[in-house]
Nanobody, 125 residues
Framework: QVQLVESGGGLVQAGGSLRLSCTAS????????VGWFRQAPGKGREFVAR????????YYADSLMGRFTISRDNAKNTVYLQMNSLKPEDTAVYYC??????????????????WGQGTHVTVSS
């Protein structure tokens, strides 16, 4: 049984930083692309970043303007999302996700099958 667990969310002031973690059981992250998504109140789930399983290639939503960094630690089976220069508009529930097939590396939430429970990030102004 695959389980993804996010952690690291919280309340932070604008301009601050947080590092989110996503740890998997029942799935080896080094063999799957892992994505981070977020959902703000009243909005749909949007792509944030992903790291490709095969070569560690990373890809980000344009709107982030280079403020976030996705990385992985294969030994810990954990993927991280370092978030810097946070803004109030970054407030959302953040989810990590993995597809059901290892070769998928897209950005659509529809392509991801396994999801964590989410971790709340609140950025105060």
């Amino acid at each position: 049984q695959v389980q993804l667990v996010e952690s690291g969310g919280g309340l932070v002031q604008a301009g601050g930083s947080l590092r989110l973690s996503c740890t998997a059981s029942g799935l080896t992250f080094s063999s799957y692309t892992v994505g981070w998504f977020r959902q703000a109140p009243g909005k749909g789930r949007e792509f944030v970043a992903r790291i490709r399983w095969s070569d560690g290639n990373t890809y980000y939503a344009d709107s982030l303007m280079g403020r976030f960094t996705i990385s992985r630690d294969n030994a810990k089976n954990t993927v991280y999302l370092q978030m810097n220069s946070l803004k109030p508009e970054d407030t959302a529930v953040y989810y990590c996700a993995a597809p059901s097939v290892s070769y998928y590396s897209g950005t659509s939430p529809d392509g991801y099958h396994y999801w964590g429970q989410g971790t709340h990030v609140t950025v105060s102004s």
